[in-house]
Nanobody, 122 residues
Framework: QVQLVESGGGLVQAGGSLRLSCGAS????????MGWFRQAPGKEREFVAA????????TYADSVKGRFTISRDNALNMVYLQMNNLKPEDTAVYFC???????????????WGQGTQVTVSS
């Protein structure tokens, strides 16, 4: 069982930056693929980024490539999403997710956090 808690959301102007953090419980955190997803009002949840257990492989949605960076610190049981050059269309609730069997953009992640709101003003 893995419990995830996101933090770091907030209100930022377009062009600004935020860093989201996700803390995970459990001694086997390092074995899990970690992902970030987001959901805007009235829209379906969409993939943002994912990172393999070792941190050596990452994948991003086309809409955030070159602006967002996912990273992890297995010693601290943390995963991060650095978001630069934010745009109003990045406004959404951002969710952290974990899986011990899947790596990729689909929502086949077994564990989810409660989400943190990111609002980008124009």
């Amino acid at each position: 069982q893995v419990q995830l808690v996101e933090s770091g959301g907030g209100l930022v102007q377009a062009g600004g930056s935020l860093r989201l953090s996700c803390g995970a419980s459990g001694r086997t955190f390092s074995r899990y693929t970690m992902g970030w997803f987001r959901q805007a009002p009235g829209k379906e949840r969409e993939f943002v980024a994912a990172i393999r257990w070792g941190g050596g492989s990452t994948t991003y949605a086309d809409s955030v490539k070159g602006r967002f960076t996912i990273s992890r610190d297995n010693a601290l049981n943390m995963v991060y999403l650095q978001m630069n050059n934010l745009k109003p269309e990045d406004t959404a609730v951002y969710f952290c997710a974990a899986s011990d069997t899947y790596y990729g953009p689909s929502a086949f992640y077994a564990y989810w956090g409660q989400g943190t709101q990111v609002t980008v003003s124009s």
